[in-house]
């Protein structure tokens, strides 16, 4: 549960379900325990007298419904088990109950006159104290505590009114009044367990829509939300990391700008809806352009839109310029592939400039500033080509 995201529809379930996982879970502890007083009531009360056998019997049948409480248990906890929220298991564990609390009210039918009067007093101090001691486990689910407690309460109300004689009457008001709390504190412990419940799997359905809502901050500001490729923002933070990278290891880096050359007759002629879908099919071939392959499989490479039709590519830890001449190629294949929208064809096209670091600049602003002289190089070269930036390239654009 702990990995899944918490939906408000859900609290009440999830609470009633770990009600019920509680429930099993501490089963043996308050199974045990009443096995335990069942022996000593026996060793207690098992004595010369012809209702021996009676007592003998009565012991047994707790026993082996105790033992068959804890085999229901063992078996909804089972791996082999595939639906352990089944109505049928708490059914069946209900019943089991109410037959353990009828067993704990026969007590009191078969004790009556024939025992001593130390007997009955070990007898109904047992009685009133086996609801208490069941109470945090059973009133965990409430059908299973009214199960086992109201037979021994019809019982203590019995004895009060048939078996006190002279008494009968102060003893039926005192049986009335403690049935009365016995109810009232199951009902106080389950709702306040259930609402410390709610209130975790509320605080958890939280903490999931905070978390959601700075996933969500995130992605606004580190991803552009037209093509789904990472923004200008993102590619500074991460260019400088991939640039200290190299500078510690000696590598070399180099980016890549990529401006579609006729996407502005596209705005002019379709519209710019059409302009919106023709990005976002390109973001897609720029992600395949650029996985790697035999010839880039020590490459490593991050693409990122830069401006409204101009994306940066940045290569890491490559062998040679060869292999950034080979990524350039792919990509200017994957821009020069028709597309087609509302029937209408369309050849996106597109100009690449390319600066090496660290022989072209050493830092990352410099080298796209570089990467866009070789760009601008690109498109007075008829486009639908890559320049890698020279120095001599500076000199040629201060003489226009």
């Known amino acids: ?3 899944q995201i918490i939906q408000s529809t859900d609290i009440d379930e999830l609470a009633n379900k770990e009600l019920l996982d509680l429930l099993y879970k501490n089963a043996p502890i308050t199974l045990f325990s009443s096995m335990a007083v069942t022996v000593l009531l026996l060793s207690t009360l098992y004595g010369p007298s012809a209702e021996n056998q ?33 109505p049928i298991w708490l059914v069946i564990y209900t019943l089991l109950t109410l037959l353990a609390g009828i067993l704990w009210s026969l007590l009191i039918v078969i004790l009556q006159e024939n025992f001593s009067l130390y007997d009955n007093v070990i007898t109904l101090v047992t009685m009133i104290g086996i609801p208490l001691a069941a109470l945090p486990n059973n009133a965990l689910k409430l059908p299973v505590y009214y199960a086992f407690t109201t037979p021994i309460l019809f019982a203590l109300q019995y004895w009060s009114f048939f078996v006190s004689h002279e008494s009968n009457v102060e003893f039926s008001i005192l049986a009335l009044a403690y049935s009365a709390i016995i109810i009232i504190t199951g009902h106080i412990y389950h709702n306040s367990f259930k609402s410390g419940l709610r209130v975790k799997y509320e605080n958890q359905h939280l903490v999931d829509e905070l978390s959601m809502a700075n996933r969500r901050l995130e992605e606004f500001a580190y991803t552009d939300p037209l093509t ?33 050359d006729n996407f502005k007759e596209v705005n002019d002629t379709l519209g710019h809806s059409v302009g919106d879908e023709i990005l976002i099919v390109i973001a897609k071939r720029l992600k395949s352009a650029l996985r790697q392959s035999d010839t880039l499989s020590l490459a490593k490479s991050d ?13 890491e830890d490559f062998a040679d310029i060869s292999d950034v001449k080979r990524a350039a190629e792919r990509v200017l294949q994957e821009m020069n592939e028709t597309v087609v929208l509302n029937n209408k064809r369309f050849t996106p096209g597109c100009s690449i400039g390319v600066s090496i670091f660290p022989d072209d600049a050493d ?4 080298l796209v500033r570089q990467a866009d002289i070789a760009l601008y190089q690109a498109k007075q070269s008829g486009k639908g080509c890559t320049r890698f930036f020279n120095s ?9």
């Open 1 to 3: 549960m702990d990995n």
């Open 363 to 366: 830092s990352i602003s410099n």
């Open 228 to 260: 789904g490729l990472t923004n200008r923002r993102w590619f500074s933070e991460q260019a400088e990391n991939a640039l200290d990278r190299c500078m510690r290891r000696d590598r070399r880096l180099a980016v890549l700008l990529v401006d579609l």
């Open 54 to 86: 009676l007592i003998l019997s009565w012991a047994l049948a707790q026993i082996l419904v105790s033992i068959a409480r804890l085999i229901l248990r063992s078996a909804r906890e089972s791996s082999f088990t595939q639906n352990r929220y089944s």
């Open 303 to 315: 693409t990122a839109r830069y401006g409204g039709d101009e994306f940066v590519i940045l290569l």
């Open 392 to 400: 001599h390239l500076i000199d040629v654009l201060s003489q226009k």
